[in-house]
């Protein structure tokens, strides 16, 4: 039996019991009706066992209305809670060297929030994983400086643009002021739903939730399997875990659910394609394989699904999926960019990339590893096994300067110094798993490779990275990195934000704040759309880019995002307790 009291007001009220006098205690109590005395002793019992709860559990203010899923947003928690966040040594060591900016008075004071910690609370009101799960227990202040404040900007620029012209859409059209469909599931929102949250816009996500919650539909037609889970799926899962919305994770797994007859092959290695309305599941209309990357950059988001939900379905699929490709052949620990879902196998030959179709791939073993309390020694040691294999077939210098980069096997075979924008992940990830206890080269191969990321956007002319870049191996050459035409495209990607990121807060190291306020700086004066919005842009080897009429969601959901985490004065997502998906949605790492 529960006893519930709901207020409708949201404003608080204060109740106060006055006692009454103590030589009329007792005639009151002989007064009472039997029932009535039932009432008062059950009423009494729960509130011992609250209090045992309470105390036991959670430890808090015993005073308070209990509300196991209140929302952050819903009142404003005094005091310091900095002591809540636990952090590891190197980025309380890089917090304590980074002085505090002044915040721009001119700017209308964010919302203090507080996420409390909560129970792993199941759909079907299970509770077995509630021990699983790290404590989530984080605080989000808002902007604590100006270049916070400036990131903030630049999104609320975006997201006005976006709900006016393209509300519920996929994409933004911001030059013709109008949208773009792909799936037609609202990428664009749902990409920023966490986004908003952790930057404290309530206005702008309590709209966004509503919006999911009324109109988010899933009787749809084809999606690709990944690019839905990275995106929809991870971004529902996130805000559910900020939030503590179960509206949020109810749709999540509607959405997993409707995915699951893309795994119905005979190997278990998933269609790319599915029909989320008819169940209907197929190879991608390009060709009979699937990209390798993708069927393995879903584990993350399948696995949370199981852990919040309590039905292990989601991640024995894909832990079989895992398991498959851990039994294949592979170069050294590396694989091909392509696997057939029938078969099974890996394409052979077929090209070997840190980027296009292969990148999470190598991303999601480390990732995994994490967020499962480090408990499957196969995601570790194929990890280290691939990291090995890329410094012994990939890992080269440029010439003449020496730049560090990333290339490609060509067939499996033939070395090419070419280096997708996408690769730039990679020192984020190299970085995270020496923190985490591997190797601690890696992080020395991050710092170099990082380097170059940024010398891809300092050598242009725009101050901005083309989506591809090639590297000299002539010694007599004038510059070390080359840009065809077809290449010179820039996204809004955010792979080296993410990476600067992750160095700034495991090293302490200033220059890698300087130099995403560089890259920041340029998006301002190339992207922004004087009629709202920023674009892509055409051809960055020219100081002053043409725009494309496009506005990618991860420029919201992620790009944004990594450059406020970047700019924060307090690492606001901590690497014990949370581990960001390849669409930088934060999920909560688990102890077993």
Same mark, same amino acid.
């Given at each position: ?10 404003? $608080?009220?204060?109740? &106060? ?26 009423l009494?019992?729960?509130? *011992? ?7 036991t $559990?959670?430890?808090a203010?015993l ?9 952050i ?13 636990v952090?590891?040594? +190197?980025?309380?060591? &890089?917090?304590?060297n980074? &002085?505090a ?48 404040? +400036?990131?903030v900007?630049? $999104?609320?620029? /975006? ?7 393209a ?24 990409d /920023?739903?966490?986004?908003?949250y ?9 709209? %966004?939730?509503?919006w999911?919650?009324?109109s ?6 084809d999606?690709? @399997? ?12 996130? +805000? ?18 409707r995915?699951?007859? %893309? ?13 989320i309305?008819?169940?209907? &599941?197929?190879a ?6 699937s ?9 993350l988001?399948?696995n949370d ?20 490709v ?5 170069k050294?620990g ?15 030959? +077929?090209?070997?990339s840190?980027? %296009?179709r ?10 995994e ?15 280290i096994?691939a ?7 990939l ?7 020496? @730049? ?17 924008h996408?690769?730039?992940?990679? /020192?984020g ?23 170059? $990321?940024n010398e891809m956007? *300092?050598q ?13 191996t002539?010694i ?9 035409p ?9 792979e ?16 890698y ?43 919201l959901g992620e ?15 901590p690497?014990?307790?949370? *581990? ?13």
């Open positions: 039996m529960s006893v519930s009291i709901t207020i409708r007001d949201d404003s $608080f009220y204060p109740f &106060a019991i006055t006692p009454a006098p103590r030589q009329s205690l007792i005639r009151k109590w002989q007064r009472l009706t039997r029932l009535q005395k039932s009432l008062a002793y059950l009494a019992v729960s509130l *011992v066992i609250l209090i045992i709860y309470k105390t $559990f959670h430890g203010d005073t308070a209305t209990p509300h196991p899923r209140k929302n947003f819903d009142e404003k928690v005094e005091g310091n809670h900095n002591q809540d966040i952090v590891d040594d +190197a980025v309380a060591d &890089a917090a304590a980074t &002085a900016s002044e915040v721009n008075d001119n700017k209308a004071k964010p919302v203090q929030e507080v996420a409390d910690e909560y129970p792993n609370d199941s759909l079907n009101g299970d509770d077995d994983g509630s021990d699983d799960v790290v404590d989530s227990h984080i605080v989000f202040d808002g902007p604590t400086n100006p270049r916070q404040t +400036a990131v900007e630049a $999104f609320k620029y /975006s997201w006005q643009a976006y709900k006016q012209h509300w519920g859409k996929d994409q933004l059209k911001p030059l013709s002021q109008s949208h773009h469909t792909w799936f037609d599931l609202g990428l664009t929102l749902i /920023s739903l966490d986004t908003m952790i930057m404290g816009l309530k206005s702008e996500f309590d709209e %966004a939730k509503l999911v919650q009324e988010l539909s899933f009787d749809k037609g999606v690709n @399997l990944f690019e839905t889970t990275i995106r929809v799926v991870g971004g529902l899962l996130s +805000a559910y875990h900020l939030s503590h919305d179960a509206m949020f994770l109810q749709k999540a797994k509607d959405l997993g659910n995915m699951m007859p %893309a795994f119905s092959t005979k190997s278990g290695i998933p269609y790319s394609d599915v029909n309305k008819t169940g209907r &599941a197929h991608p209309r390009w060709g009979p394989d990209s390798t990357s993708e069927v393995t950059t879903i584990q988001e399948f699904l199981s852990y919040t939900t309590g039905d292990d379905k989601y991640k024995n699929a894909v832990g079989k999926v895992r398991r498959h851990h039994d294949q052949p592979k050294d590396l694989v091909p960019i392509f696997i057939n879902a029938q078969t099974g196998k890996l394409r052979d030959p +077929a090209t070997i840190f980027g %296009a292969g990148d999470s791939y190598y991303e999601y073993l480390l990732k590893w994490i967020q499962t309390g480090k408990q499957d020694e196969r995601l570790r040691r194929d990890y096994e990291m090995e294999g890329m410094k012994k077939h890992l080269r210098k440029s010439k003449p300067n020496g @730049l560090t980069y990333i290339g490609e096997l060509l067939s499996g075979r033939t070395f090419s110094p070419k280096m997708d996408l690769v730039a992940f990679i /020192s990830t190299l970085a995270l798993g020496a923190h985490h206890g591997l190797p601690t080269d890696h992080l020395d191969i991050a710092k170099d490779l990082l380097v170059t $990321f956007y *300092v242009m002319p725009s101050g901005l990275s083309p989506e591809i870049a090639y590297f000299s002539d007599d050459a004038k510059t070390d990195i080359i840009v065809k077809p290449d010179s495209h820039n996204l809004q990607r955010p080296t934000v993410e990476s600067l990121y992750y160095l700034y807060w495991l090293t302490g190291d200033k220059k704040q300087e130099w995403g306020w560089n890259i920041f700086q340029a998006f301002e004066r190339h992207s922004k759309v004087k009629t709202g919005g920023y674009c892509s842009l055409n051809n960055v080897r020219v100081a002053e880019p043409s725009c494309k009429d496009n506005m990618e969601s991860f420029w790009t944004l995002k990594y450059f406020y985490l970047l700019f924060a004065d307090k690492n606001l997502l690497f014990d307790q949370w *581990v960001i998906n390849t669409e930088a949605h934060p999920l909560p790492i688990h102890k077993h």
